[in-house]
């Protein structure tokens, strides 16, 4: 069963960049039909796509964070990254990583249990 | 401002039906892009209900039922138990300024 876990430094200072590591078992980064992203939720709110990879390298970004974010991926050790530069304190959330079949074609149907990042001096 | 637009809060009691509405555009759902649903209990990743309009993933009960017609789409739950008490959120993708996989704001269910 496939599983997800991510890990990040749960505090970040303003301006800087927020890294955050999601590593795969039960599967492999390397699928041809699968795609692994991010999702975010700031406590008590919603969510919001962030973006997301395909092995080959092809990566799409939400517009509203594409000149901060890079999505990466590492098929050597089975995981995919995320990295958002200049945080403020509304990057405040929870991360998620994910895998879909497709971009928005078939739903999100792996999820990691998220981890905290705060953004804060 | 979420793309797509969720009621804040639904409710009902136990064994009724509710219904969450998801109300689009021509550039996301309206443009027939799929929808998908997501059930989220406080302090839990969420999971996938409901995928390409009306599918279930396995074990997935069929009290929970999706459906679409022209810029909204709805997710309906029937013979409604306490432990459906959740956030639901509406998924698809958008067109429009480069294209994007947006949600809905998510919707409250509150069983009396």
């Known amino acids: 069963q496939l599983q997800l876990r991510e890990s990040g430094p749960g505090l970040v200072k303003p301006s800087e960049t927020l890294s955050v590591t999601c590593s795969v078992s039960?599967?492999?980064?390397?699928?041809?039909?699968?795609?692994w992203g991010w999702v975010r939720q700031p406590p008590g709110k919603g969510l919001e796509w962030i973006g997301s990879?395909?092995?080959?390298?092809?990566?799409y970004y939400n517009p509203s964070l594409a000149a901060r974010v890079t999505i990466s991926v590492d098929t050597s050790k089975n995981q995919f990254s995320l990295s958002l530069m200049s945080v403020t304190a509304a990057d405040t959330a929870f991360y998620y990583c994910?895998?879909?079949?497709?971009?928005?074609?078939?739903?999100?149907?792996?999820w990691g249990q998220g981890t905290l990042v705060a953004v804060s001096s | 401002q979420s793309v797509l637009t969720q009621p804040p809060s639904v409710s009902g009691a136990p064994g009724q039906t509710v219904t969450i509405s998801c109300t689009g555009t021509?550039?996301?759902?309206?443009?027939?892009?799929?929808v998908h649903w997501y059930q989220q209990f406080p302090g839990t990743a969420p999971r996938l209900l409901i995928y390409?309009?009306?599918n279930r993933p396995s074990g997935v009960p069929d009290r929970f039922s999706g459906s679409r017609s022209g810029t909204s789409a709805s997710l309906a739950i029937s013979g409604l138990r306490a432990a459906d008490e959740a956030d639901y959120y509406c998924?698809?993708?958008?067109?429009?300024?480069?294209?994007?996989?947006?949600f809905g704001g998510g919707t409250r269910l509150t069983v009396l």
């Open positions: 994910t895998k879909s079949n497709g971009i928005a074609v078939s739903g999100t149907d792996s």
């Open positions: 039960g599967g492999s980064v390397g699928h041809r039909s699968q795609y």
């Open positions: 990879i395909h092995y080959s390298g092809s990566s």
């Open positions: 021509r550039s996301n759902i309206g443009a027939s892009f799929e």
């Open positions: 390409t309009n009306i």
């Open positions: 998924q698809s993708y958008d067109s429009s300024l480069g294209g994007s996989v947006v």
